[in-house]
């Protein structure tokens, strides 16, 4: 059974900092990459960062870079978004997605996502 499965989220206050894991079991991990994007009520879906499978190429939005980090554990089947300085406008449900070998593909499989609040 394919899954993936999001943790990590919660209420921070601004300026604070969060890991979320996605982890994944059922299918070949090492030849997917691995997206995360957010949804937040009223405004449109974002991709957030996305790591390659292959040699792990990361990809950033405007809006994260310099305070997100994005890394995987093949040997866990896991990827992790390091979220520092978070800003209330990062508030969102976040969701991770695997697409076959590169961040340009579509999507396969899906979370369930996990709630971050940043709000003091």
């Known amino acids: 059974q394919v899954q993936l499965v999001e943790s990590g989220g919660g209420l921070v206050q601004p300026g604070g900092s969060l890991v979320l894991s996605c982890k994944a079991s059922?299918?070949?991990?090492?030849?997917?990459?691995i997206n995360w994007f957010r949804q937040a009520p009223g405004k449109e879906r974002e991709g957030v960062s996305c790591?390659?499978?292959?040699?792990?190429?990361?990809y950033y939005a405007d809006s994260v870079k310099g305070r997100f980090t994005i890394s995987r554990d093949n040997t866990k089947s896991a990827v992790y978004l390091r979220m520092n300085n978070l800003k209330p406008d990062d508030t969102a449900i976040y969701y991770c997605?695997?697409?076959?070998?590169?961040?340009?593909?579509?999507?396969?499989?899906w979370g369930q996502g996990t709630q971050v609040t940043v709000s003091s």
């Open positions: 059922g299918f070949t991990f090492d030849y997917y990459a």
């Open positions: 997605t695997a697409k076959p070998y590169y961040c340009s593909g579509s999507d396969d499989y």
């Open positions: 790591i390659s499978s292959s040699d792990g190429t990361t």
